[in-house]
């Protein structure tokens, strides 16, 4: 996979992160965790785009760190959202599905480049 496909991807996981918390109906716990998921699937989204513009293999890896934490904590306000909206359960689970496929992407790639440093 390219890293202009990869952008894309993380583009899109936002938008459809963003397409979910729309459809949302209000309510007090739907308003704090669709603020946190918001705001957690954009930044992994733009940090992927910070870290293919690294200015050393140490500046991508940490770049590629602080993606790894937002991918994960998307994930946490996911599950969240989820447990409280049954009804959307079949569309959270295909934004689980897409954040856990970037977040082995971004875990396998950590490795790689770290494995590569060793040798």
Request: a negative charge; one cysteine or more.
């Amino acid at each position: 996979m390219t890293k202009e496909e990869l952008i894309s991807r993380f583009r899109d996981f936002a938008i459809a992160n963003a397409e979910l918390i729309a459809s949302l109906p209000f309510n007090i716990i739907n308003k704090n965790y669709s603020n946190q998921l918001i705001r957690c699937s954009s930044s992994s989204s733009a940090n992927y785009r910070a870290a293919c513009r690294a200015k050393s293999t140490a500046d991508f890896i940490n770049k590629l760190k602080i993606v790894e934490e937002e991918l994960d904590e998307t994930l946490h306000f996911l599950d969240l959202l989820k447990h409280f909206n049954n009804d959307l359960s079949g569309e959270i689970a295909e934004l689980e599905k897409e954040g856990n496929e970037l977040l082995s992407i971004i875990v396998s790639a950590i490795n790689t480049i770290r494995d590569k440093i060793k040798t």
